[in-house]
């Protein structure tokens, strides 16, 4: 079974404070995502990476950045958190060639 | 922009009752189309995924895909209190392995 593990389930912040959201897969994939997801706005893609210390902005990059030094951590910082950086926070994971990607429990952030 | 169109409900059914869950795609270059579940709180789950046309089927769940209409649909047959969920369509670009999501639809099943 593919497990995806994300570092916190429930995290709350205050304004200014920088974030890191952990992401780890033990299926030796290649391609990861991070994701937010709010009410009535779906999921919406932040960054993805398909390769070790490679990464691409997906539809929503403006406030954050990303790191993947091994193959499978890929992590999400909020370099100064906002209120309306307040979401749910979905990693996401699937090899090289497949579309199919399987996602991690999420992490609930509340931004103050 | 590609799109992925649902409605977000609720869809109320009563138990034992057939669900039919719609998606509508906007790039017609797709060709992976997936079914995720997501209960309140928690992360999608995948239930299925269908590449080609017609209807695939697994278990009480079918995906049926319709490439010249553009559209996805899933039946769920005999449904339960524990289907009660929402539902998101997911559909690959053609360019690398990106996902487009619908908004998804919430699926209520009535005991």
């Known amino acids: 079974d593919v497990k995806v593990t994300q570092s916190s389930r429930y995290l709350v912040k205050r304004t200014g404070e920088k974030v890191f959201l952990e992401c780890v897969q033990d299926?030796?994939?290649?391609?990861m995502f991070w994701y937010r997801q709010d009410p009535g706005l779906g999921l919406r893609l932040i960054y993805f990476s398909y390769d070790v210390k490679m990464k691409e902005k997906g539809d929503i990059p403006e406030g954050y950045s990303v790191s993947r030094e091994k193959k499978e951590r890929f992590s999400l910082i909020l370099e100064s958190a906002s209120t309306n950086q307040t979401s749910m926070y979905l990693c996401?994971?699937?090899?090289?060639?497949?579309?199919?990607?399987?996602f991690g429990p999420g992490t609930r952030l509340t931004v103050l | 922009q590609k799109e992925v169109e649902q409605n977000s409900g609720p869809l109320s059914v009563p138990e034992g009752a057939i669900a039919s869950l719609n998606c509508t795609y906007s790039d017609r270059g797709s060709q992976s189309f997936f079914w995720y579940r997501q209960y309140s709180g928690k992360s999608p789950e995948l239930i299925m995924f269908i590449y080609s046309n017609g209807d695939k089927e697994d278990g009480r769940f079918t995906a049926q895909l319709n490439k010249a209409s553009q559209y996805v649909s899933l039946l769920i047959r005999d449904s339960q209190p524990s289907d009660s969920a929402t539902y998101l369509c997911a559909v690959n670009q053609d360019a690398g392995n990106m996902l487009t999501f619908g908004g998804g639809t919430r699926l209520m099943v009535k005991p």
């Open positions: 996401a994971s699937s090899s090289f060639g497949a579309d199919t990607q399987y």
């Open positions: 299926m030796d994939h290649e391609n």
